[in-house]
């Protein structure tokens, strides 16, 4: 009778500790977040990603009430490696999320080890689209991408690009312009988009190999320079003088996917919080306003539609991969 008695009390123990857990988590989860998110930005202060991770900030907080705050913290280094594998091994818990940039995110897993790939990683949306540009000082007596080509040819290795690391989109974008106008032009790389204007405006770099959104924000902050084409599919709304690529014959498009993502593994509750925080920041007509007057494209993209664009994207990488590695060049 004892030992049956001493059974009844461990098992009513036992659910008694379950509820207790079952209850305690719920209640976490109802009053997430309840400590400061830490956002990772996987390149250094100054580039478009920072800026707009910073001008985001308080949106976000917005939309998942409460008390919540962002914490914006620069990972720099390796072409968004550095970053990427910081979010990629925290805790699934949701207070650490991050950008997640393209192609970097696609085309590092693809030429070396790493700790991460697209599929590491929970998506909440994406926000910018960013197309690629080659940006020259005013003075520069290079005009167009005519004018690049035919100097490049001149003089080989003469011209350096500067860029945000190899296998970078930037990087990418040199190495086909090299491959469609038989030149030979000399890489570059950097930390970030910022560390790119400042060497372009010291005259360190002959070519800035920066996106749209961010070369027009430092055109904006004063910095001179003159963007000789831009990678988008048509021009752009925001520079209608500026011809892309295509027009100038130079057939091929590049930009940049920024988007925010966790580690993989959230509970249900807190990614769906999150997800719906990221869409209604990007619906915000105060949001969208900065976001223009940052020269900031918007392309929001769901979850799922998400994850089909990066798909698509490491396909396409992968096979450029087996046809051109781009490592080291």
Request: hydrophobic share 40%; charged share 20%.
């Amino acid at each position: 009778m004892q030992k049956h008695n001493k059974r009844g009390t461990l098992r009513a123990l036992a659910a008694l500790l379950a509820g207790a857990a079952l209850f305690s988590g719920g209640a976490q989860a109802a009053g997430y977040p309840e400590h400061p998110i830490n956002l990772i930005v996987s390149y250094g202060p100054g580039g478009g990603t920072d800026l707009v991770a910073r001008m985001m900030a308080p949106y976000l907080q917005k939309y998942l009430g409460g008390d919540a705050r962002i914490v914006v913290l620069n990972r720099p280094g390796a072409g968004g490696a550095i970053g990427f594998s910081e979010l990629a091994r925290a805790q699934p818990d949701g207070y650490t999320i991050g950008f997640i940039n393209t192609p970097n995110l696609l085309t590092i897993p693809i030429e070396r080890k790493t700790s991460f790939t697209w599929r590491s990683f929970d998506l909440l949306g994406n926000l910018i689209d960013d197309p690629g540009a080659f940006s020259v000082l005013n003075d520069n007596p290079i005009k167009t991408l005519a004018d690049l080509s035919a100097y490049a040819k001149k003089n080989p290795g003469k011209v350096t690009v500067g860029t945000t690391g190899t296998g970078s989109d930037d990087h990418l974008a040199m190495l086909r312009f090299e491959r469609v106008s038989g030149s030979k032009l000399s890489h570059i790389p950097y930390k970030g988009a910022g560390e790119v204007r400042g060497a372009l405006a010291s005259g360190e770099i002959t070519i800035g190999a920066i996106n749209v959104g961010e070369a027009l924000q430092y055109q904006k902050g004063g910095t001179p320079l003159r963007m000789l084409g831009q990678m988008g599919k048509t021009r752009s709304a925001a520079l209608p003088d500026v011809p892309t690529f295509k027009e100038q014959g130079f057939d091929f498009e590049l930009a940049s996917l920024r988007g925010l993502a966790a580690p993989k593994g959230l509970p249900d509750d807190v990614r769906a919080k999150l997800v719906a925080a990221v869409k209604r920041t990007v619906d915000d007509p105060e949001f969208q306003a900065k976001a223009r007057d940052m020269f900031a494209p918007l392309r929001y993209l769901a979850p799922p539609e998400y994850a089909k664009e990066l798909a698509a994207g490491e396909a396409e990488f992968q096979a450029l991969w087996k046809e051109a590695p781009w490592l080291d060049k």
